[in-house]
Every structure is written in C-alpha cells, then in structure tokens.
C-alpha cells in the first residue's frame, strides 16, 4: 500500500470528526439580540398621525405583541389597531445583522398588502429605523425612533422625507406595557 493510500483513511477520520463537532455546537443568538427582552411583552399605544402623504392626521390606538420565535434569533411583534379606515394588522420581524451590526425589519400589514423593510444602529434603548416606502408610485423615505422611557413606556416618532433633506413629523406616540 502507498504512503498516501494509508494517510487517506486518517485524514478522512479527522474531517468527519471535525465536522460531527462542528454539527453539534448549535448557533447561539447574537447578544445584540438580547437587548431587544425589554420589548417582549404586550403593550398598548395611542399615536397622533400627523396630515402627509399617507393620509390626513389620524389617531391609531390598539395593542402590540412582542415574542421570540424559536431559537431566538427573531422577534416578532403582532400589530392589531384600528385607524381611521378601520381595524388593521401589522406583522414585523425584527433581527440583526452581526456584519453590518445593525437592526433589521420587516413589516407587513397584513389587512392591506403593504409591506416595507428597515434597519437600525444596534441600540435596543433608542431603536431608530430607517427605510424607503413607496407612497402613491413615489419613494418616500422613513425614519422611526423608539425610545425607552422606563421600563413600562416607550415613545414613537416618525418621520418622512422625499429628498433626506427636509424630514417632517408623520406620527408620535406613547406605548404602554401591558404585561412583560
């Protein structure tokens, strides 16, 4: 037998190894991830839509679910409000991105069609999400900021832009714990 026909068998031996350890040390969540517990829980919200190009100025009241899908790598937050044109439901998935190291969401309001992504610096006490949604054919930039106010509270303000230069007020709120 060959030197490298006997060094084969070894060398297979080790990657199988390898990779049988490798398979079992499952994924953790990124500890970015965790500074988004403070957002798990139920919590109320009234918000005062300002007059834009989404609509004349509005009040949206209604409750907001946050909670870990499996593994932890995803939070999800049920939206149920109603506004001036009715109820609604909106589904986000918030994660994050450890290359970019950034916050990211998808939302999808689930009685119109309208869906949108965001992304956001990594600071789950002063969330800040920005993104482009399409407004009548037009791309309309946006911005949100949640900010923690106490453990029980957090405020919402929004902001649109068409150009990133002039940003006007869209909506501002107050959210409320319910239960954690």
């Known amino acids: 037998m060959k030197p490298t026909l006997r060094i084969l068998p070894f060398t297979l031996a080790i990657a199988l190894a390898s990779t049988v350890h490798i398979a079992a040390q499952a994924p ?6 965790k500074e988004l517990q403070s957002l798990v829980g139920s919590w109320t919200f009234e918000l005062n839509v300002k007059a834009s190009a989404f609509g004349p100025a509005a009040k949206i009241t209604g ?3 946050f909670q870990w899908l499996p593994g932890a790598f995803f939070l999800r937050m049920e939206r149920q409000a109603t506004g001036p044109a009715g ?3 909106n589904l986000a998935l918030i994660g994050y991105d450890a290359v970019l190291r950034r916050y990211s969401q998808a939302v999808f309001n689930l009685t119109t069609g309208w869906s949108g992504t965001f992304t956001g610096p990594a600071d789950a006490n002063a969330l800040t999400w920005s993104g482009i ?11 949100c900021s949640w900010t923690l106010t106490a453990q029980a509270s957090r405020t919402t ?12 007020i869209t909506e501002e709120g107050t959210h409320t714990r319910q239960t954690p």
Do not use: N, Q
């Open 28 to 33: 953790t969540p990124d500890a970015a991830l």
């Open 63 to 65: 409750i907001e679910h």
């Open 87 to 89: 109820p609604f439901t």
């Open 133 to 143: 949604v399409d407004v009548g054919g037009k791309p309309l930039h946006m911005r």
């Open 157 to 168: 303000r929004c902001e649109a832009s068409a150009d990133r230069k002039v940003w006007l």
